[in-house]
C-alpha cells in the first residue's frame, strides 16, 4: 500500500531506470523511442495487436507508467508533441542529477533539459534519437520472454541473431558543445555543437561525432559546420599534467596511430526528409572540404592522414536497414562502401603495418640465426684447437681424456703434483703398479749422460757418475744447490756410497778433505806476469 502511494502509477524500479538513462542521454523523446531502447522484448511480446495503435500502447504501457510517476516526483515533465503527434518527455534538473547517478556521467556533462523542443515537433531531435537506434540496434532479452508464444519467441530470436549494433544507451551522448572559444561549460563564439558523441572502445568505435541533416542543409552550410569541427580539433590547451594537448583529448580518449594522428571521425547521417537531395549534396560538400579529409598517399599504396577528419555519408534508412556492419558507408575519399568500422579505420595502413613488422620479425630471425651460425663456427674452432692441444700419452700414444687433462694441468703453489703427467690413466696406473715402468717413465739417465750441473735442480733424479747408481733421496737433497750457492757436496756429482769409498782413500793417503782445503788457502799466490812487464796481485784478476 504505501509503494502505491508513492508510485501512484504503479510502476517499478527498472522501467524508472529505463527512463532516466534514455532521456539523460536522449534529452528529450518518446515513450515509444524510450521502449524501444530500454525494453525491446515489449516489442515482440504485444505484436499479436490487432491494430499499429493498439501495438504501441500495450507495449510502452509499463514506460508511461512510470514517466507518470516519476512526473508526480518532479523528476520528468511533458514537452510537446512531435511532427507524428506523440508526446515528448523529458527530465528536469532534478530528473537530470537523478540520470547522471544512471548514466555514472558527472552532472555537468548532463547538458540541458531540453524544455521547450517540441514547440515546433523537434524533427531533428527526433532523427538524432532513430540515429541512436540505428547504431544501438537493441536486441530483446530472452531470458524475459519464456512464457510467451513460440511465434513470438522465434521473431525475438531472429532479432537477437541479427548484426549487432554498437555500444550501450551510456556509451552516447547529445547535444555536445566543442568551443573553439571558451570553456566547455561555457563555450564561445565560433564553435559547434556535436548531435551525438559516441564512445564504445569495446566495439572498436573510439570516439565518434554524428551530424544528422534532414536534408534542409546546404552543401556549403554542412561545409562551414565542419570547418568549426577542425577548428576546435585543432584547439590546444593544457592539460592536468601542465603538457599542451588537443582539447579533446582532455575529455574523451582515442588512440594515437604509429606513423599518423588522425582527428576524430565525424559521421553525416542524412534523414531525407526535406527538400535538398543528399545525391547531389554529398560529391559538392566532398570539393569543399577536400583540405579537411584528403590523405597523403604513401610508396606503399596507403595513404596517411595525419591531422585530417575522416568524413563519412550514409543514409538513415540504410543505417536503420543494416545497421553499423553494413557496407553501406561511404568514405570521403574512397570508393564503394564500406562497414563503419572500416570507414573509420585505415585498413592499408594497418596491413602495411604489418608487412613491416613481417619483415621486421623476419629479419631479427636471420639476425640471431647468423649470430647463431658464428657462435656455433667459433665454438667449433675453440674445440678444435683445444683439440690440438690435448696431450697424448708418451706409454700408448693415446690422447687424455679431460678428466686426466685436467689432473696433469699446473697447480697452485704448494698443490700436490701429478706422479706421471705424461701418462693415460691406463699407463698411470701399470706404472704406479711397476718399479721398473716407473724408472722408464723417469727416463733416468744411465752412466756417462749425465749432463752440466744447471742452476735449476733437474726435473729428474740423479745418477752417480762413479757407478751409475741412482742417488737416494737422502743423498739427492744433500747435494742439490741452495740458492745461487754451490752444492754443500764436495762430490755432488757422487752417491753417497762412491763419495765415501773417495773419503777412505783421502785419509789412507793421509789427506783428509779439510786439511787439503786449509792448505789451500795458505797456499801462497803465485803472481802472473802481464804483457806490459807488471805484475799483478791475483786478487786483481
Not at 537530470?96 to 515546433?120: D, I, V
Request: proline content about 7%; some cysteine.
Amino acid at each position: 500500500m504505501a509503494g502505491k502511494k508513492t508510485n501512484p502509477a504503479g510502476s517499478t524500479n527498472t522501467y524508472r531506470g529505463d527512463v532516466l538513462r534514455v532521456l539523460g542521454a536522449l534529452k528529450v523523446a518518446t515513450t515509444d523511442q524510450i521502449q524501444r531502447i530500454g525494453a525491446p522484448h515489449l516489442t515482440f511480446r504485444h505484436a499479436d495487436k490487432p491494430t499499429p495503435s493498439e501495438r504501441k500502447q500495450a507495449r510502452t504501457a509499463s514506460h508511461t507508467a512510470a514517466l507518470s510517476d516519476m512526473r508526480h516526483h518532479g523528476l520528468s515533465e511533458n514537452g510537446g508533441s512531435s511532427g507524428a503527434g506523440d508526446r515528448l518527455r523529458n527530465l528536469t534538473l532534478k530528473g537530470l542529477q537523478a540520470a547522471s547517478y544512471e548514466l555514472n556521467r558527472p552532472l555537468t556533462e548532463m547538458g540541458s533539459t531540453a524544455r521547450g523542443a517540441g514547440s515546433s515537433g523537434a524533427s531533428h531531435p527526433m532523427a538524432v534519437n532513430e540515429t541512436v537506434i540505428a547504431m544501438l540496434r537493441p536486441k530483446p532479452n530472452m531470458a524475459r520472454l519464456t512464457k510467451d508464444p513460440a511465434h513470438v519467441q522465434a521473431a525475438a530470436q531472429a532479432a537477437v541473431d541479427s548484426p549487432d549494433g554498437i555500444g550501450t544507451i551510456a556509451s552516447y551522448w547529445t547535444e555536445v558543445p566543442l568551443p573553439a572559444t571558451g570553456t566547455w561549460n561555457a563555450p564561445g563564439k565560433g564553435g559547434a555543437q556535436a548531435d551525438i558523441v559516441l564512445t564504445a572502445p569495446q566495439d572498436g568505435v573510439g570516439l565518434l561525432f554524428i551530424e544528422v541533416d534532414n536534408c534542409h542543409e546546404t552543401a556549403e552550410e554542412l561545409a562551414d559546420k565542419l570547418e568549426k569541427y577542425a577548428r576546435f580539433f585543432r584547439r590546444q590547451m593544457k592539460d592536468t599534467d601542465g603538457r599542451e594537448r588537443p582539447m579533446w583529448r582532455t575529455r574523451w580518449t582515442a588512440p594515437e596511430g604509429r606513423y599518423e594522428t588522425p582527428h576524430p571521425p565525424v559521421l553525416l547521417v542524412f534523414n531525407r526528409i526535406g527538400e535538398r537531395n543528399p545525391n547531389l549534396t554529398v560529391p559538392r560538400l566532398q570539393e569543399l572540404t577536400r583540405h579537411l579529409w584528403q590523405g597523403e598517399r604513401q610508396r606503399g599504396g596507403h595513404y596517411l592522414y595525419d591531422r585530417k577528419i575522416p568524413i563519412i555519408a550514409v543514409g538513415l534508412n540504410q543505417l536503420r536497414q543494416h545497421g553499423p556492419a553494413g557496407k553501406v558507408f561511404a568514405r570521403f575519399g574512397r570508393s564503394g562502401p564500406q562497414t563503419l568500422l572500416e570507414a573509420i579505420g585505415n585498413a592499408r595502413l594497418e596491413a602495411a603495418e604489418a608487412r613491416e613488422a613481417e619483415e621486421a620479425k623476419a629479419r631479427a630471425a636471420a639476425y640471431q640465426a647468423e649470430l647463431r651460425r658464428a657462435a656455433q663456427e667459433h665454438a667449433a674452432k675453440q674445440a678444435a684447437e683445444r683439440e690440438a692441444r690435448r696431450p697424448v700419452c708418451t706409454g700408448c700414444g693415446a690422447k687424455f681424456t679431460d678428466a686426466r687433462w685436467q689432473a696433469v694441468e699446473p697447480k697452485d703453489w704448494g698443490a700436490p703434483k701429478d706422479s706421471h703427467p705424461h701418462l693415460c690413466d691406463t699407463c698411470k696406473a701399470d706404472a704406479v703398479a711397476s718399479p721398473a715402468a716407473v724408472m722408464q717413465e723417469h727416463q733416468e739417465p744411465v752412466r756417462g749422460e749425465t749432463g752440466l750441473d744447471d742452476f735449476w735442480p733437474a726435473p729428474q733424479r740423479p745418477v752417480c757418475t762413479e757407478c751409475g747408481a741412482a742417488f737416494t733421496d737422502e743423498r739427492w737433497k744433500a747435494t742439490k744447490r741452495v740458492g745461487w750457492t754451490a752444492s754443500p757436496a764436495k762430490n755432488p756429482s757422487l752417491c753417497g756410497d762412491c763419495d765415501q769409498r773417495f773419503e777412505d782413500l783421502d785419509r789412507a793417503w793421509g789427506v783428509s778433505s779439510r786439511q787439503e782445503e786449509r792448505d789451500q788457502e795458505q797456499e801462497p799466490a803465485v803472481p802472473e806476469q802481464r804483457a806490459e812487464g807488471r805484475w799483478f796481485s791475483r786478487f786483481r784478476r
